[in-house]
C-alpha cells in the first residue's frame, strides 16, 4: 500500500495517478463492505446488534413483527423446531425456532386470529437497541426501563428455572417485558427470556396464566417474594 501511494502522486505520470487512486478508492470501499457484511452479529460491540438482530419494544424481534401471520414467520426463520396448537383461547398456536448455535431456546411466537400478538427469544444473537440481552444484569434492564412493574407467576418454580417462581418486569409504555430466573449456581437473578408485545396492552407470559398458577403484582423491581426459596434440590 506505501508503494501505490508513492507511484499515484508522480507528476510525470498524472493520467496514471488518476486511474489507480479512483481503483484504490473502489476496492477500499468493497473491503469494509465485505467486512460489515461478514460480521458475526454475536461479535459485535455491547449495544450495536445487526439492524436484523435488534428486539424492538412493541414492535418486533429481528425480522418478526407483531401483527405478522404465521406464512411470514416461517417464510423468514425456516422450518421450525416445533408448532404446537394449544387448547387454551388465549394462545392457540406457539411457532418455536431453537437456538442450536448458543444453545438457547431461541425464538417463540405466539398468534391469535392468525396473528403474531406476542414474541419472546432467549438468545444472545438478539438485543434490545440498549444492548439488554438473555443473561443481561439486572441493573441495565432498571436503567433503560425506569417504568417497569413486577408480577410473580406464583407456581411457576422449577428445576429449569433454580426452583423459585419467575419474577417478570414489565414495561407496557413500551411493550416489553423481561422474565427474570434464579440461577441456583450464581444464587442471583438474570434476564432469561424478553418478551415483545403491543404496546399499552395487558401482558402476561405467552398469553394467559393457566391455574393453578396465579399471576400477582409486587412492588416495582422486586426480585424475591417471601416464601419463595429455592430448594438445595431444586425440582426434586
Not at 493520467?15 to 460480521?39: D, G, K, M, N
Not at 407483531?66 to 398456536?93: N, V
Not at 417478570?168 to 442471583?188: C, M, N, P, Q
Amino acid at each position: 500500500m506505501t508503494t501505490q501511494v508513492f507511484l499515484i502522486f508522480r507528476a510525470d505520470r498524472k493520467p496514471y495517478w488518476r486511474s489507480t487512486f479512483l481503483q484504490c478508492v473502489l476496492l477500499l470501499s468493497t473491503c469494509v463492505t465485505e467486512a460489515s457484511i461478514h460480521q458475526s452479529p454475536a461479535s459485535t460491540s455491547f449495544g450495536a446488534k445487526t439492524e436484523t438482530r435488534l428486539i424492538r419494544p412493541g414492535h418486533s424481534i429481528g425480522e418478526l413483527r407483531i401483527g405478522d401471520t404465521s406464512e411470514r414467520a416461517l417464510q423468514l426463520l425456516g422450518k421450525p423446531t416445533d408448532d404446537d396448537l394449544y387448547e387454551a383461547p388465549c394462545a392457540p398456536r406457539r411457532i418455536h425456532w431453537y437456538d442450536f448455535t448458543n444453545s438457547k431456546n431461541g425464538v417463540f411466537v405466539y398468534l391469535k386470529n392468525a396473528r403474531i400478538f406476542q414474541l419472546k427469544v432467549e438468545s444472545p444473537m438478539y438485543a434490545t437497541p440498549e444492548g439488554i440481552t438473555s443473561d443481561s444484569l439486572l441493573k441495565d434492564v432498571r436503567r433503560y426501563h425506569p417504568q417497569s412493574r413486577a408480577y410473580q407467576l406464583k407456581g411457576s418454580g422449577s428445576k429449569v428455572n433454580g426452583g423459585r417462581d419467575l419474577i417478570y418486569w414489565v414495561d407496557s409504555e413500551k411493550g416489553i417485558a423481561f422474565e427474570l430466573r434464579y440461577s441456583y449456581k450464581t444464587r442471583k437473578r438474570l434476564v432469561s427470556y424478553i418478551f415483545v408485545y403491543e404496546r399499552g396492552s395487558t401482558f402476561q407470559p405467552e398469553g394467559c396464566v393457566s391455574a393453578p398458577q396465579q399471576w400477582r403484582e409486587l412492588k416495582p423491581f422486586t426480585l424475591e417474594v417471601a416464601g419463595n426459596r429455592a430448594r438445595k434440590n431444586p425440582g426434586k
